[in-house]
């Protein structure tokens, strides 16, 4: 029957099943994306450079002077890194967004002023000053610089406020989601334009863990084991963060801080904590979204980018905020790109902004968007 | 005293005056991706390659003042064409070099020619540079898609593999690069089964590798380049292409790609190329100044860089101003060319530089000695039979020259 479209029905299963692997990818991607809009109201435009940084963790745990970290725990280790950078970044920078008091963006950037020369005279006169950097064996160039003293910046400016030495207020104006969208955006375009200059742009090499080395003859065609691997992982996280959303008390609190924070701070609920929380937690399914992608793709500063646009449009598609959405259009817009890279392979990579273009004409809410 | 201060005054103003006179600008544009998938083989390196043929040239000792300047054209037709004209009218760049991607390539070719300056290509592919889009004021300088289908395409057929099947990226270069090696495939009595055409910058290639599975072809032909291939290359062990019985053929294969593979994916692989850094003791001199500077050893595009700012300041020195494009362009292809990457070679009447061709196989792991240690020379091919013979790439520069 499929043979009048020209297509033998054993290549168009195995093409099904390869554009479940990649909507696994943009599952996983969109489903942190819709949490973090559904949840927080911030349209995250770091997610892409998020997910590259997921894919170095991995790459970096491996390959340091140190000690080096395998696949399985980075697994646990680099969602979690990513994850927490994530939470400093939203801390510091994101929430800032929403108060009028600007100390705390100021001393992060004095902070990081402050560091980031440390590090340059230390550089310039080693023997002066103790060099932090050579001191963990690590060469020093301008970019790991920036990236210390963003990191040791966004640490400082936490600590100060942990420790109540510094008192900002918490959130006391509505700034349009536009703000947020350009702050992640510009994130982005920094972090990734350090990682091109450290690392330069065609990527480098992760190979895949000897437990998933290998495939399967399927008959139909042949499957790597590292790619059914992808489909189910992606799937179980899915699921797991789906449920914990929609059916845990823990999830009620989450949806009750969308809909009316004063509310449920009311009733003892850190609210702003909350908030931090999930962001860090969207952020980790980038990360592992990137520590899964390690081994299929090269491990390359540019990954996020090339992806993000694409996830965005999956997540118009489901519907801005939707869980279930992201999920299943994630899948589903996999499996159409994979077809069309058999019928009519140069429009692959359009396939996906006409449906969009569609979508929005027909349900500007989206597939599975609530109409407001 | 007095005359004799006021004497060397003057031979001191003297001097100053006819050196003054005697200093005529240079300035060279590097136009290259700067920050995407064809970063790492052109991109900065391409810089730093232009600044070591400027102080290897002693500009300034044979009264040239060089400037070098770089852009980032992030591989669309319209940022390079609008960077090469605000560099033309506004900052009187008088060469620019690299420029990767044929597509923007040919836009950047077209400028060039408008403005009567000179373009030097290292990074691009597309034969069509020196056929039947070729101008007065640019030379193709390192390779092309006609040489590498040839050196790779007929030692393939050659082998015994006779059936294929192209990935395409697609776009002018990928396009040319599958045209003219399907051209030597068929005429070495070879098939080609199919191709399909992958968008520029592809994350994910399994599809496209799946339909060259079941295509029953022998050799799978990657078309593509840089990142792409890259990717391709990876995934196509992931889904045991070579295990079930096909062979890859990477038609445009970079150092930096081999670099980032690893030998242990990248081992066996059969390709042509003009240049790599270990073939003789000029070329590891080179290869190790420009590690230096970079942390990488120079990939070909960036030799080519090199190459073509050194042959293009003699012309200029020899004419005493850049300012002419095509009267440097008709220099330089009266002058046989010379230097220590590429050795003695010439540029031909339709802009195509010639020299030796090399086909090289990446060593396994356990062959290479260090870092970097990646190729294995299989044969040379004479610079005359590396290239397409001039009466067949249909340039009309050629056609008017014959008459």
Known sequence: MFDLIGVP?????????????????????????????????????????????????????????????????????????????????????????????????????????????????????????????????????????????????????????????????????????????????????????????????????????????????????????????????????????????????????????????????????????????????????????????????????????????????????????????????????????????VFYPEAASVVIFVIMAIVLLIKPAGLFGRTA | MKIRTVFIAGAALLAAATGAAAQTPVKIGVLNDRSSLYADLGGEGSVVAAKLAVEDFKAAEKGLKVDV??????????????????????????????????????????????????????????????????????????????????????????????KWFFITADYAFGHALERDTAKVVKDAGGTVVGSVKAPLNTQDFSSFLLQAQSSGAKIVGLANAGGDTINSIKQAAEFGIVQGGQNLAGLLIFLTDIHSLGLKTAQGLIFTASFYWDLNDDTRAFADRFQKQTGRKPTMVQAGVYSGVLHYLKAVEALKSAKDGAAVVTQMKATPTDDPLFGKGEVRADGRKIHDSYLFEVKKPEEAKGPWDYYKLLATTPAAKAFRPLSEGGCPLVASAAK
């Open chain 1, 9 to 341: 029905p054993q290549a168009l299963f195995g093409q099904l099943l390869l554009g479940l692997i990649n909507g696994s990818f943009y599952a996983l991607l969109s489903l942190g994306l819709a949490v973090i809009f559904g949840l927080l109201n911030i349209i995250n435009f770091a997610h892409g450079a998020q997910y590259m940084l997921g894919a170095f963790a991995a790459y970096l745990l491996l390959n340091n002077p140190l000690y080096s970290i395998g696949y399985w725990p980075a697994l646990i280790l680099a969602p979690l890194i990513v994850g927490g950078l994530g939470m400093l970044l939203e801390r510091n920078l994101i929430s800032q967004l929403n108060v009028r008091s600007k100390t705390r963006p100021l001393i992060f950037i004095a902070s990081f002023v402050a560091i980031f020369l440390a590090l340059a005279a230390s550089h310039l006169s080693s023997g002066a000053v103790p060099d932090l950097v050579s001191l963990v064996g690590y060469k020093l160039d301008p970019a790991a610089a920036y990236g210390i003293a963003a990191i040791g910046a966004l640490l400082f400016t936490s600590f100060l406020s942990a420790t109540n030495l510094l008192n900002a207020p918490d959130a006391d104006q509505n700034t349009d989601h536009l703000y947020g969208l350009l702050l992640t955006f510009g994130l982005a375009i920094i972090i990734q334009g350090l990682f091109v200059n450290q690392y330069g742009s065609s990527g480098l090499p992760y190979t895949i863990p000897d437990e998933l080395r290998g495939g399967q003859n399927l008959g139909f065609m042949f499957l790597p084991i590292y790619r059914g691997w992808v489909i189910v992982a992606s799937l179980v996280v899915c699921i797991a963060t789906w449920l914990i959303i929609e059916k845990t008390k823990l999830g009620a609190y989450l949806r009750a801080a969308t809909e009316n924070p004063t509310l449920l701070s009311a009733f003892g609920v850190n609210v702003p904590r909350l908030v931090t929380f999930t962001y860090g937690f969207g952020v980790a399914l980038a990360g592992l979204a990137g520590v899964l992608a390690a081994p299929i793709y090269s491990v390359n500063p540019n990954m996020g980018a090339d992806l993000i646009i694409v996830v965005f449009a999956v997540v118009v598609i489901g519907g801005m905020g939707s869980i279930l959405g992201a999920i299943v259009t994630g899948f589903m817009l996999g499996i159409v790109e994979g077809l069309t890279k």
């Open chain 2, 69 to 162: 300047i770089a852009a980032d054209h992030q591989n669309k037709s319209d940022i390079a064409v609008n960077t090469a004209r605000e560099w033309f009218d506004q900052q009187g760049v008088d060469l620019i070099v690299d420029t990767p991607n044929s597509g923007v390539a040919l836009a950047v070719s077209e400028i060039v020619k408008e403005k009567n300056k000179v373009f030097i290509n290292s990074g691009a592919a597309s034969s069509d540079l020196t056929g039947a889009k070729c101008t007065p004021n640019t030379i193709h300088w390192t390779y092309d898609t006609w040489q590498l289908a040839n050196g790779t395409g007929s030692a393939i057929v050659k082998q015994g593999g006779d």
